[in-house]
């Protein structure tokens, strides 16, 4: 067993499956390096003490990714369990892909023909969110190396979750979010890791990160018709300014909702914080 403060890791995301949290992220010894080898899976019934590492996901021979396996996603879908996961391709590309298994606890398998975003663009980030009419879209980064002001995007994806069934849509770009918004590098805002949750008075809610006055910052945006489809606004309060981010929000095994990020925003420091969340009308931290 081990504490959440001693596993070096990046873009925390939880699972709550059959009365058990499963933590995936980035593996923090290697998601800026020049290799990669794959994902893994902890697993915890109180998110104190966690099990593993367990890899879910192991680089095959001749795979068509070497490095920047970054962010994966798992979710329940259809019965099976999807990862939505970055890779970094031969030519310098990058986007997210979706992989497939029959457990939390892997071992996945390739689902999609490589990229599902745009093969053209550089992405990463992807993220599922199903509307409710039951359409599966990925929400995504375009990311801010290629075109400077980094975009969130979405695009509707086919039933079995193999490729993208529409364009994508830019629903807006980091440097509208104001007031909070710091240029990265002169002139380049950072979009990272949307996460898209519906609460039950209605409301969808979008987390997303980028770099603020504090640093590394979690901040949360909405639409004006609480639908993907509609016109998006970058809030101007910030959810989490402590140089964490990266995060996405589940609800505990009593009932209660939880803030997942890594932090703090420092290679080979980095691990899964787990925060207390209240929600009216929008979500607050308790701490």
């Known amino acids: 067993m081990m504490k959440a403060e001693k596993i070096n890791l990046r873009d925390p995301f939880v699972l709550v499956y059959e009365n058990r949290y499963y933590l995936y992220g980035t593996r923090g010894e290697t998601a800026f390096a020049d290799e990669a080898f794959g994902f893994d899976v902890y697993v915890s019934e109180d998110l104190e003490d966690w099990e593993g590492p367990h890899e879910i996901f192991h680089r095959p021979e001749n795979f068509w990714s070497r490095k920047?396996?970054?962010?994966?996603?798992?979710?329940?879908?259809?019965?099976?369990?999807?990862m939505f996961a970055t890779f970094a391709d031969e030519h310098n590309g990058l986007g997210t892909a979706v992989l497939v298994s029959d457990s939390p606890e892997g071992p996945f398998e390739m689902h999609s023909d490589g990229y599902v975003t745009p093969s053209d663009w550089r992405c990463l980030d992807g993220t599922l969110y199903v509307s409710q009419e039951g359409k599966p879209y990925m929400v995504f980064c375009h990311e801010w190396v290629q075109i400077k002001d980094g975009t969130i995007c979405a695009m509707e994806l086919s039933e079995d979750l193999k490729k993208a069934v529409s364009e994508p849509r830019t629903l807006f770009s980091a440097s509208s979010a104001e007031p909070f918004v710091r240029e990265y590098q002169p002139a380049h805002y950072v979009t990272d890791g949307p996460f898209l949750i519906r609460t039950p008075d209605g409301k969808l809610h979008m987390l997303w990160s980028t770099y603020g006055i504090t640093g590394y910052v979690e901040a949360t945006a909405h639409s004006d018709s609480d639908e993907i489809t509609g016109t998006w606004k970058a809030d101007a309060e910030l959810l989490y300014d402590h140089d964490g981010g990266h995060g996405m929000i589940f609800k505990?095994?009593?009932g209660n909702y939880c803030l997942s990020l890594h932090y703090p925003n420092t290679f080979g420091s980095e691990h899964p914080r787990f925060i207390p969340l209240e929600y009216t009308d929008t979500f607050r931290s308790k701490d």
Not at 69 to 76: K, N, T
């Open 252 to 254: 505990d095994l009593k």
């Open 68 to 82: 920047c396996y970054w962010a994966p996603e798992v979710y329940r879908y259809q019965n099976r369990f999807f």
